[in-house]
């Protein structure tokens, strides 16, 4: 390659912008699994996908994801050249996503349970919301309200956002998966959606299970991204 040819070829690929995929990771509790999901979601499109990859601690309270980000480092792991993880707390959270979609092929959003306006702005800019919850009747109990200001935000989301509830912590060895897999599916009025809350949660087929890998993650760079890898193949196919 000439370097006039060289000097082109660069100057092409430094003025391509992307459009990026933004995931919200979101409910409207604490303590449902979203920092987890919302790290192997971000490493999974960094390191599977090779995507430049924005990680953004939206939790108004804990920001758990960045403080994740910050023991990684401290404790020497290699963070990912192409993920950068970000706090942002703030209402204006979705004029700032639109101001990142051109520098990031993937956004994940880490939405904490403690704002519900931070919630409704992130899934305005969404192209995908997941909504972890545990097989416990106190994390369903949640749903119906996240999913009701998810779909106030979807009015102003101009990007066509799709919404799935996704079963975390689930233990094969009890009965409480496959039972709050039959409540999600087949909600009794007033527990799901819909004009007459009995309509069905979209509940994503890929299960995350309890296992020590992901108990254990806080802190790490986790290479193991198996069920994740899964999920967002299933989800975005």
Same mark, same amino acid.
């Given at each position: /390659?000439?370097?006039?040819?060289?000097?082109?070829?660069?100057? #092409?690929?430094? #003025?391509?912008?992307?459009?990026?995929?933004v995931?919200?990771?979101?409910?409207?509790?604490?303590?449902?699994?979203? =920092?987890?999901?919302?790290?192997?979601?971000?490493? &999974?499109?960094?390191?599977?996908?090779?995507?430049?990859?924005l +990680?953004?601690?939206?939790?108004?309270?804990?920001?758990?994801?960045?403080?994740?980000?910050?023991?990684?480092?401290?404790?020497?792991?290699?963070?990912?050249?192409?993920?950068?993880?970000e706090?942002?707390?703030?209402?204006?959270?979705?004029?700032?996503?639109?101001?990142k979609?051109?520098?990031?092929?993937?956004?994940?959003?880490?939405?904490?349970?403690?704002?519900?306006?931070?919630?409704?702005?992130?899934?305005?800019?969404?192209?995908?919301?997941?909504?972890?919850?545990?097989?416990?009747?106190?994390?369903?109990?949640?749903?119906?309200?996240?999913?009701?200001?998810?779909?106030?935000?979807?009015?102003?989301n101009?990007?066509?956002?799709?919404?799935?509830?996704? /079963?975390?912590?689930?233990?094969?060895?009890?009965?409480?998966?496959?039972?709050?897999?039959?409540? +999600?599916?087949?909600?009794?009025?007033?527990?799901?959606?819909?004009?007459?809350?009995?309509?069905?949660?979209?509940?994503?087929?890929?299960?995350?299970?309890?296992?020590?890998? &992901? /108990?254990?993650?806080?802190?790490?760079?986790?290479?193991?991204?198996?069920? &994740?890898?899964?999920? /967002?193949?299933?989800? =975005?196919?």
């Amino acid at each position: /390659m000439s370097e006039n040819t060289r000097t082109k070829t660069l100057a #092409a690929a430094a #003025a391509s912008t992307w459009d990026a995929f933004v995931i919200v990771v979101g409910m409207l509790k604490g303590g449902t699994g979203k =920092t987890t999901s919302a790290w192997f979601i971000a490493l &999974y499109y960094a390191v599977v996908l090779g995507l430049p990859t924005l +990680l953004l601690d939206a939790d108004a309270t804990s920001q758990s994801a960045y403080d994740w980000f910050k023991v990684a480092q401290a404790t020497g792991f290699e963070i990912p050249a192409n993920l950068v993880v970000e706090r942002y707390p703030f209402d204006d959270i979705a004029e700032y996503i639109r101001t990142k979609r051109a520098e990031f092929g993937a956004i994940v959003v880490d939405a904490g349970g403690g704002s519900a306006r931070i919630f409704h702005e992130a899934v305005t800019e969404a192209n995908l919301l997941l909504v972890p919850v545990a097989p416990t009747k106190i994390e369903r109990r949640k749903l119906v309200a996240t999913f009701d200001e998810a779909e106030r935000a979807a009015a102003r989301n101009e990007h066509g956002v799709t919404a799935h509830v996704v /079963m975390v912590k689930a233990d094969d060895r009890t009965s409480l998966p496959s039972r709050a897999k039959e409540q +999600l599916l087949e909600p009794v009025e007033g527990e799901g959606i819909g004009p007459d809350r009995d309509e069905a949660f979209p509940l994503a087929e890929t299960t995350i299970h309890s296992w020590v890998h &992901y /108990m254990e993650a806080f802190g790490e760079i986790p290479t193991e991204l198996s069920e &994740y890898a899964n999920l /967002m193949k299933e989800l =975005t196919a």
